[in-house]
């Protein structure tokens, strides 16, 4: 389902970017997920319009 496969990807990439660079972003996916810092926004667009434009 799209939905899934973009939650998947959007939260992997906070993940992604919380490891990169931990003294500016904190991810915390316990049920509900909490995100405090900095995002690199353009990183974000780009996983999700990759998400979308692969398709099934």
Same mark, same amino acid.
């Given at each position: 389902? !799209?939905?899934?496969?973009?939650?998947?990807?959007?939260?992997?990439?906070? %993940?992604? @970017?919380? +490891?990169?660079? #931990?003294?500016?972003?904190? &991810? @915390?996916?316990?049920?509900e !997920?909490?995100v =405090?810092? %900095?995002?690199?926004?353009?990183?974000?667009?780009?996983?999700? +319009?990759? =998400?979308?434009? &692969?398709? #099934?």
């Amino acid at each position: 389902m !799209l939905e899934e496969e973009l939650r998947e990807a959007i939260i992997g990439e906070f %993940k992604r @970017q919380a +490891a990169n660079r #931990p003294d500016a972003l904190r &991810v @915390q996916d316990g049920g509900e !997920l909490a995100v =405090s810092g %900095k995002i690199d926004l353009d990183a974000l667009v780009m996983v999700i +319009a990759g =998400s979308v434009a &692969v398709g #099934p």
